[in-house]
C-alpha cells in the first residue's frame, strides 16, 4: 500500500481513464515523465484548477503520485494538435493515435462528437510515491 504524505492528506485524487487497466497505464506514464498533458469534458466532476495539486490513483484506487496543474486551455476535441497529443504521452504519442483513442473513450462516455469542448490541461509531477511499470 502507497502512503500519502501528510503534506498531501488533502488534496483531491482521481484516476485516469475509464478503466482499472487504463487507470494504472496512465498513471504509470505520469510517474515516469512520459504523460505532462491530459483532457477533460467541461463538466467532467475532476475538473482541475491551475496550481492545483491532485493526488493520482492507479486501478487499485492506490495513490500513485502527486501533480500540479499549470495549464488550462479549452479547445474542441478538433483543435487539439500534434503537440498536445505528444505530451499525453500514449501510444505512439501521435495526433493520429490520439485521436482515436480519444473518440473512443468518449464515445464510451457517450458524449463525442468533433467539435465537443474540452479541457486541455497541462501538469507536472510533483512526489510519485513507488515506481511503477511502464508497458507502453
Not at 18 to 41: C, H, I, W
Amino acid at each position: 500500500m502507497h502512503t500519502i504524505p501528510e503534506r498531501y492528506r488533502d488534496c483531491p485524487s482521481f484516476s485516469f481513464g475509464d478503466s482499472p487497466e487504463l487507470a494504472t497505464e496512465l498513471a504509470a506514464l505520469v510517474v515516469s515523465g512520459r504523460k505532462t498533458a491530459t483532457v477533460n469534458t467541461l463538466d467532467a466532476p475532476d475538473c482541475p484548477k491551475l496550481g492545483e495539486l491532485w493526488i493520482v490513483l492507479d486501478g487499485e484506487k492506490r495513490p500513485v503520485c502527486v501533480i500540479e496543474t499549470l495549464e488550462l486551455t479549452p479547445r474542441r476535441f478538433d483543435e487539439v494538435d500534434a503537440q498536445f497529443a505528444f505530451e499525453e504521452g500514449e501510444g505512439d504519442r501521435s495526433l493520429s493515435f490520439w485521436r482515436e483513442a480519444h473518440e473512443a473513450y468518449f464515445r464510451r462516455l457517450g458524449v463525442f462528437s468533433p467539435d465537443m469542448p474540452l479541457l486541455c490541461e497541462r501538469f507536472r509531477l510533483v512526489e510519485a510515491f513507488a515506481p511503477m511499470d511502464v508497458t507502453t
